[in-house]
């Protein structure tokens, strides 16, 4: 067999194909080009710093047909893990590139440990060549997501978290910051979603490397649902294929191939956005071992840093998040805060969220009542805009929903003043507030300002620092011992338009929320009158011998008669949820029927009529403030002229034309000349118009003396 061996040393590619093919064939071409080599190889080392586009073919031919001979090149892997150990930061960028595509090719024929490779790549990372660290950080990702794929390697991962903590202390700022990316990286993917992985970005947080510090910090903050579209309105709008069509049909030119670029573009983003997996922004937080060690450490880097706004900014939101989620205590926080409060502070609304974030109920009242005094003194004031004023109400709003004892009956009344207030945002913020301690808090509000009470409100006990309330029943359950149907039809005379209950779990949230705002000045309207309304309550229970002995008693005497009999309504109420809770096994059923119950005490009053679903039992109170219930400002929307447009053509459906109207008893019959004047041709009318013009005073002068010579002639 004559063999071609001078076109196969120049053909590497060829020569790698028939040794993947017959390996035992060309053995000895294998040795020739192995033996080039390494001679290559010692030649390089002396000079590593220099190109060599030779040695770069023959790393990766040797690398593609390793499988083929294991005894030979059994130390192969081992040889290009020395080089870039001991060149790492002086090797020619390309060919550093190509030892690095070699050994991650040998990787994935299993012929190296993970560890090894994983622990060298990311010393790599130290080196200046923004290209292969990108490589690498790709690498380390798929790489330890696959080995946790099937099942999770702790042996691995924990010799790997060892190695990635002592690189976060690394001096080398991009071989941190990139630990730190591929660490959250991991997480999103939920590879190494534990606590060890938290804990150890955690630290991240307390780096001096800036770039590592914000990376850690935004990793804690996750991405809010306030920062869902980065697009405008406009650009949401656009249809790609009515963009496509119009390009295919008009004039060719550049600025509609760019549009239609766009356009492409935006689709593919949003085709993407559409079909990314729900992620779950703040577990995190819950998973730190010591949430009141970080929150005082990040405190006391933050009043000592010198670092930008921006920069404190994320320190603060983290700070408050901590402080809700595990009900810390820092009142230092409050205090260092409040020197932001101000409406010219640029990203007021953000501090104000945090206020509201870092505020729950185990808290002193004494140390968030100043926070509360500040924002009514710089905000809600008349010398402010409408703006800040709802502004500083809704701050208000989210800070007593989470610390309500936090407010003084003082300060309520006067904020509860703003509800008939002439600006609508102003008006709506304060009757939200109002709507809140309706339901909490209603004693601290004026006797107008209460409302009419519902069964809910008289089940509340009083609020106390540090009082907790565990009742040994589930409340609500009394609605088991009663007829299922009684339950869900609701009572006539209540003043409702619906004949039937509605199940609100099928309504949206922000339609409920602005019929209730909608419909308050109607509740306003009845809120003097439910007092004499409180006589009337039981009548239906007694007899006429005891309405009779009622008529006689003083008005305080009917009052203190009422609430005697509330209370035992109340007492047997609890007791029959007790017979019923004790009594069996509670099922999916009946808790739903306990819930519907308890709906129903927000919108049956315990008196008469039907009250409107109160705001803060239709929205949970969720653990993290969103931006938007602070910037919550209800203004009128601005409509575009394809909206108004609609409009207009919506409100003149059904309506008579405008314009001249033809009054003919028979449509057959002929016209006036008056009204055939108005369809003929004004050439044809001109002399008559003209006739019509106002005379001059000269004109005037003519005609009179012209007149009166013909009545003397007529003499």
Known sequence: ??????????????????????????????????????????????????????????????????????????????????????????????????????????????????????????????????NLRDYLQTHIITDIKNLNAKHKNAKLNTSLQNFMFTMLKDSNTRAAKMSVDIMIELYK?????????????????????????????????????????????????????????????????????????????????????????????????????????????????????????????????????????????????????????????????????????????LIPPDIIEPVLKTLANNFITERNSSDVMAIGLNAVKEICCRCPLAMSEDLLQDLAEYRNYRERAVMMASRALVHLFRNIRPQLLRRKDRGRPTEATEELTEMKYGGTEAPDYVKGADVLLTNHKEEIEINSDSG???????????????????????????????????????????????????????????????????????????????????KATLERILTDEDFKRIDMANVKKQVFSSTKGLKRLAEQDLKERSELVKLGD???IYKKRKHDKASRVESVRKGQEGRESFGYKDGRMNIHCSKTNREKRKTKNFQMMRHKVKAKVKKSFKDKQVALRNHLLKLKKMK
């Open 496 to 578: 409702s338009d619906d004949d039937e209950w509605v199940d609100i779990q099928h309504s949206s949230d922000e339609e409920m929320v602005e019929e209730i705002n909608s419909n308050s000045e109607d509740e306003e309207e009845n809120e003097e009158g439910y007092e004499e309304e409180d006589s009337e309550d039981y009548e239906d229970e007694d007899d006429s011998g005891t309405e009779n002995e009622e008529k006689s008693l003083t008005k305080v005497e009917r009052k203190k008669l009422n609430a005697q009999r509330r209370i035992q309504r109340k007492v047997d109420k609890v007791e029959l949820a007790k």
């Open 1 to 130: 067999m004559v063999r071609h061996n001078n076109q196969l040393e120049n053909n590497l590619p060829q020569l790698q194909y028939l040794l993947k093919k017959d390996p035992e064939s060309y053995k000895d071409d294998f040795h020739t080009q192995y033996n080039s080599f390494q001679g290559m190889l010692e030649v390089f080392c002396g000079t590593p710093e220099q190109p060599n586009k030779k040695l770069e073919d023959m790393v990766m031919f040797v690398a593609q047909v390793v499988q083929c001979y294991p005894k030979e090149l059994e130390h192969f892997p081992k040889q290009l893990i020395d080089i870039l150990e001991k060149y790492d930061t002086v090797l020619y960028k390309d060919m550093r590139m190509q030892l690095c595509r070699a050994l991650v090719l040998l990787r994935n024929k299993q012929l190296l440990l993970p560890n090894d490779l994983l622990e060298l790549f990311f010393k790599l990372l130290r080196c200046d060549d923004k």
């Open 189 to 361: 993917k939920n590879v190494w979603n534990d606590t060890k992985t938290v804990n150890v970005i955690a630290t991240g947080c307390f780096s001096k490397i800036t770039k590592v510090m914000v990376a850690s910090l935004k990793f804690f903050l996750g991405k809010d649902e306030d920062d869902k579209s980065d697009n405008s309105d406009s650009d949401e709008d656009i249809d790609p294929k009515e963009v496509m069509m119009a390009n295919k049909v008009n004039k060719k030119s550049r600025k509609r191939d760019k549009n239609l670029a766009k356009v492409k573009k935006m689709a593919a983003k949003a085709y993407k956005k559409k079909s990314k997996s729900e992620s779950f922004n703040f577990s995190a937080l819950h998973l730190i071992h010591d949430p009141q060690g970080m929150a005082e450490k990040l405190f006391h880097q933050l009043e000592t840093t010198t670092k930008r706004f921006e920069v404190k900014l994320i320190t603060l939101d983290v700070i408050s998040r901590l402080i809700g989620l595990h009900q810390l205590f820092l009142f230092n926080f409050y205090g260092y805060i409040q020197r932001f409060m101000q409406p010219h502070q640029r990203e007021v609304t953000r501090i104000l969220q945090f206020a509201a974030q870092a505020s729950h109920e």
């Open 630 to 632: 602070i910037e919550n």
